[in-house]
T-cell receptor, first 115, second 111 residues
Framework: GAGVSQSPSNKVTEKGKDVELRCDPISGHTALYWYRQRLGQGLEFLIY????????KSGLPSDRFSAERTGESVSTLTIQRTQQEDSAVYLC?????????????FGEGSRLTVL | GEDVEQSLFLSVREGDSSVINCTYTDSSSTYLYWYKQEPGAGLQLLTYIFSNMDMKQDQRLTVLLNKKDKHLSLRIADTQTGDSAIYFC???????????FGKGTMLLVSP
């Protein structure tokens, strides 16, 4: 597609359930990022994939959060045993990697509500 | 650690200039960015400035960087109602490292 695509756009779940959020980056983009945007807060870095390098997982808030990426394509962010504080918009972004300074292309986000 | 601070809200009238300010703490920042988020949309890169520059102009946008004070500003000339959005300041240590974002400044432009 032309842009970064995320699904689902909205997800409502019950506390304790697992959720999976999907991101399709722009074709050819080697770098992929997940950020979290909680109400009234800035963007919180979660995880960064760059090509075949080991991902930078330093932003994951707990071991309930994990993410995978298949090659240089789709990424899935998984949150296990969701808690109410996990409610947020989860933003995915991709970029060409080292060739363009910080030009991240963002998806519209997946809004997660944990009841 | 890295920290980026912005004022949360700015209201201006159509046709006026808007100035959105940002401060950051990491003196190693190499690139500083302004992103725009319109309602219901993802963030879009507006402009960026390399740390060895002190000013960058792009049509109605002027970015000023005071590296000594770690202060970044975005000036929008002749602000239009379509400029109403949330503006995020961000920094990175290199061209391909992760970005640290501020909380965003909501700009409201009234007719």
């Amino acid at each position: 597609g032309a842009g970064v695509s995320q699904s689902p756009s909205n997800k409502v779940t019950e506390k304790g359930k697992d959720v999976e959020l999907r991101c399709d980056p722009i074709s050819g983009h080697t770098a992929l990022y997940w950020y979290r945007q909680r109400l009234g807060q800035g963007l919180e870095f979660l995880i960064y994939f760059q090509g075949n390098s080991a991902p930078d997982k330093s932003g994951l808030p707990s071991d309930r959060f994990s993410a995978e990426r298949t090659g240089e394509s789709v990424s899935t962010l998984t949150i296990q045993r969701t808690q109410q504080e996990d409610s947020a918009v989860y933003l995915c972004a991709s970029s060409l990697g080292a060739t363009q300074p910080g030009e991240l292309f963002f998806g519209e986000g997946s809004r997660l509500t944990v009841l | 650690g890295e920290d980026v601070e912005q004022s949360l809200f700015l209201s201006v009238r159509e046709g006026d200039s808007s100035v959105i300010n940002c401060t950051y703490t990491d003196s190693s920042s190499t690139y500083l960015y302004w992103y725009k988020q319109e309602p219901g949309a993802g963030l879009q890169l507006l402009t960026y400035i390399f740390s060895n520059m002190d000013m960058k102009q792009d049509q109605r946008l002027t970015v000023l960087l005071n590296k000594k004070d770690k202060h970044l500003s975005l000036r929008i000339a002749d602000t239009q109602t379509g400029d109403s959005a949330i503006y995020f300041c961000a920094e990175s240590l290199s061209g391909y490292s992760t970005l640290t974002f501020g909380k965003g400044t909501m700009l409201l432009v009234s007719p």
